[in-house]
């Protein structure tokens, strides 16, 4: 797949002059995208069958993108986001991150679940955000309590430093889990569905506290909803998946927020349901669309 306006070469390309009319630069720099996934089939075994969950899917993710893969349940959206987490291996494709094969799980690729249990139950709020740091190897017990620190503040839970998971509610755990993965500073936070339990308040209150996070450190996400009100509000791109087998229906831009609420934004929403449930798919797929 190709994505419209997306570079594919770490290297400088010369564009003729007759290109770019009055333009004198000579060469255009092209970043390579950070997440690089081509043509990736995803199987696996039941007692009884073997299950393609998705086929043949690509998309890049580049530098800061808040990107949406957005679906049908049964898609093999949370599928595609265990394989870039490094749990599956593609049965066809692959997937590289930062030009380097992804072979496994790494610190490089964070992940965040949907469930409320992910703490450890025994530690505080602050103990549960060190203890992967301590836990990596890279920090002294006093650095990684001071990182935490740092990262708790972030998502706001300073008062509530040394509060033990149960004592929270579940945005709060939300919070806490995503500071959690957001101290080891990996290039991609993954995420799958993380506000999908909470109510509709909270989620919203979350989506918002999300993209707060997100224009104060520019971290890049990768992110798994089946809502489309979430996808549009948090995403600025978004990747629609057919239904099982996951296949690649199209790419939509999205202004975030700014646009979740207004004419623009219901038209974009609009446009995804019609999309969805399109019968037909795209034969390349992923082009983005204004």
Same mark, same amino acid.
């Given at each position: 797949m190709q994505v419209q306006g997306q570079a594919t070469a770490a290297s400088a390309v010369r564009l003729p002059s007759? *290109?770019?009319?009055?333009?004198?630069?000579? @060469?255009? @720099?092209?970043?390579?995208?950070?997440?690089d996934v081509s043509g990736v089939t995803l199987q696996y075994k039941t007692k009884q069958h073997l299950v393609t969950a998705t086929y043949r899917v690509s998309f890049h993710v580049r530098k800061s993108d808040r990107y949406i893969l957005l679906g049908p349940s049964g898609c093999g959206k949370s599928t595609l986001l265990k394989a870039v987490g490094g749990f599956l291996t593609p049965t066809e494709g692959t997937i590289s991150l930062n030009g380097t094969s992804v072979t496994g799980p790494g610190p490089d690729r964070m992940m965040v679940f949907q469930e409320f249990d992910q703490l450890l139950p025994w530690k505080t709020v602050l103990q549960n955000v060190a203890f992967t740091l301590i836990k990596s190897g890279t920090l002294s017990a006093k650095q990684a309590e001071k990182k935490a620190a740092h990262y708790v503040e972030k998502v706001n839970l300073t008062k509530f430093k040394d509060t033990y998971p149960h004592m929270l509610s579940g945005g709060m755990k939300q919070r806490v889990a995503i500071a959690r993965a957001m101290a080891m500073e990996p290039q991609i936070l993954l995420m799958d569905e993380p506000f999908a339990a909470l109510d509709a *308040?909270?989620?919203?209150?979350?989506?918002d506290e999300l993209l707060r996070l997100w224009d104060d450190t520019r971290f890049t996400v990768l992110f798994v909803t089946h809502s489309i009100q979430e996808a549009v509000t948090i995403g600025n791109r978004i990747l629609l998946l057919s239904p099982h087998p996951g296949q690649v229906k199209a790419g939509l831009n999205s202004r975030g927020i700014d646009e979740a609420d207004t004419v623009t934004g219901q038209k974009l929403s609009d446009k995804i349901?019609? *999309?969805?449930?399109?019968?037909?798919?795209?034969?390349?797929?992923g082009t983005f669309h204004e």
């Open positions: 007759r *290109l770019v009319p009055g333009c004198h630069v000579e @060469a255009v @720099a092209i970043a390579k995208p950070l997440l *308040l909270t989620r919203r209150k979350m989506q349901s019609r *999309l969805l449930f399109m019968s037909d798919v795209e034969d390349e797929g």
